[in-house]
């Protein structure tokens, strides 16, 4: 009742759901599970889920925030799942943070998937994976990484014994306290030279040749594990539908997979409305803006599937012959060649999207508002709340629009960046951030070295 078929409507080649591939055979476009929901129990409401969340059930289906909704994404039997607890996140209610990027109080959420047991979103979509990659038999998993995904393939093998995980990066590339993750939970670690374009290409090739599970998110069984964050953020909301979803766009696999959460729910009857999408790019990575919005490319749309892959391949190109590489301080968005761009466009089409792009010094600033209040995140995730505060400044979202704003990563994952900002070693801060165009901490929480300063504070009625 479930198959792999190609998103290209001129093509659409099925496969069955125990084939392991990367792209259509026959075209060579981006792969989607699909459903033959027709012969399946789709419950009748969202609210059937409920009975899932507060554990009364027992099993996976309780223990895991990914597979309580087993019932929308049912690509393997029940018994098969694996799980090692992901998807148990909080949907913040920013009370401080609103008032910092302009909507009113109790209108802006923050869904934090740095509780997830990496730390980061990646482990929703890497449970779907390694279920079907046990399910196929695989032995060893593969994936190129700017970190995240590499620490949550290390977990994943590590904690469930079923792969040997094989990470790839590259050099300098990866964020230390993604790195560790990776280290300290025994993953084969390969720096090659180059970047995350570079990784992907290489992996995806060793992949082919070696016969290793690619676990990237042109894998469409992790995406289908992905999706499953906007159905706790509708849970969490009392299934109410947000009017604006803002989402970092690095590699487009968590846009890719929060439109075809929707489309899949407007379809089935679940929704009557479809929230709008915002992706929001690193300035030094800003493949999608440049090729969505006003860029030097033009206005690249989904156009029904049959969008102008000329556009993509000259853009491409122009890019290879100016040797441009992605450079942001936002280490998990550092992606020039994002794998999953048309799958994205397809959800700009749906959601009626926007994209837009934010500067290293607006991330940092508004890192520094969600760690002010309560939320420790990752540089990535910070430009989502900086995209979110742009576009309540254009006029584009409104103070009054129910906006959600996707958390990706803990703070820990790269604390460097932190550290620097708040002004601990400001050499560090004008000789490493200095370099992605940072030059002020207009939030900066310093600590407080000289007496006079430390008296004050200790003892403020002196």
Avoid at 196 to 209: G, I, N, S, T, W
Avoid at 377 to 402: D, F, M, W
Avoid at 418 to 438: E, I, M, R
Wanted: aromatic share 10%.
């Amino acid at each position: 009742m479930a198959y792999q078929i190609c998103i290209n409507p001129d093509c659409g080649q099925r496969y069955e759901v125990d084939q392991v591939l990367h792209s259509c055979e026959a075209c060579g476009e981006l792969l989607d599970v699909d459903y033959e929901w027709d012969l399946l129990p789709v419950p009748e409401s969202l609210n059937y889920f409920e009975r899932f969340r507060f554990g009364s059930f027992g099993g996976v289906r309780c223990f895991s925030g990914v597979w309580r909704y087993y019932d929308l994404l049912p690509f393997l039997p029940l018994a098969s799942l694996v799980s090692i607890g992901e998807g148990r996140t909080i949907l913040q209610d920013a009370v401080f943070v609103s008032s910092y990027v302009g909507i009113d109080s109790g209108r802006f959420f923050l869904q934090y998937e740095g509780l997830n047991p990496s730390g980061s979103f990646k482990d929703n979509g890497m449970t779907a994976a390694f279920t079907h990659g046990a399910f196929v038999g695989a032995k060893r998993a593969a994936c190129a990484s700017t970190g995240n995904t590499s620490a949550s393939l290390a977990i994943y093998a590590a904690a469930t014994r079923l792969m040997e995980a094989v990470v790839f990066v590259g050099s300098g590339k990866i964020a230390y306290g993604k790195l560790s993750q990776a280290l300290d939970y025994g993953a084969k670690t390969i720096q090659i030279q180059g970047d995350f374009d570079d990784a992907l290409l290489k992996v995806r090739q060793v992949a082919r040749e070696a016969g290793i599970y690619l676990v990237n998110s042109v894998n469409p069984f992790r995406l289908e594990g992905q999706k499953t964050i906007m159905f706790r953020v509708l849970d969490d909301l009392g299934w109410r539908v947000p009017d604006w979803i803002v989402v970092p766009g690095g590699n487009l696999g968590n846009a890719s997979a929060f439109g075809k959460a929707f489309i899949e729910l407007s379809k089935l009857g679940l929704i009557d409305k479809i929230p709008r999408i915002a992706i929001i790019n690193a300035l030094g990575a800003n493949t999608l803006h440049q090729l969505y919005g006003d860029g030097e490319a033009g206005k690249l749309r989904w156009n029904g599937g049959r969008y102008d892959k000329e556009m993509v391949k000259n853009f491409y190109e122009k890019m290879t012959l100016e040797s441009r590489k992605a450079n942001t301080i936002a280490s998990a968005i550092e992606i020039n060649r994002p794998a999953n761009l048309s799958k994205a466009l397809r959800t700009l089409e749906f959601c009626n999207g926007v994209v837009r792009e934010v500067t290293d010094q607006q991330i940092l600033d508004a890192k520094a508002i969600v760690g002010a209040g309560g939320l420790g995140c990752e540089p990535a995730s910070a430009a989502a709340v900086a995209g979110a505060k742009l576009l309540v400044e254009e006029g584009t979202i409104g103070k009054e629009q129910l906006t959600v704003c996707i958390l990706t990563g803990h703070q820990l994952k790269d604390p460097n960046a932190t550290v620097a900002y708040h002004g601990t070693d400001q050499n560090f801060f004008k000789n490493t951030l200095g370099k992605f165009n940072v030059t002020s901490a207009q939030f900066a929480n310093k600590p407080i070295t000289t007496t006079d300063e430390q008296n004050k504070i200790l003892y403020p009625d002196r």
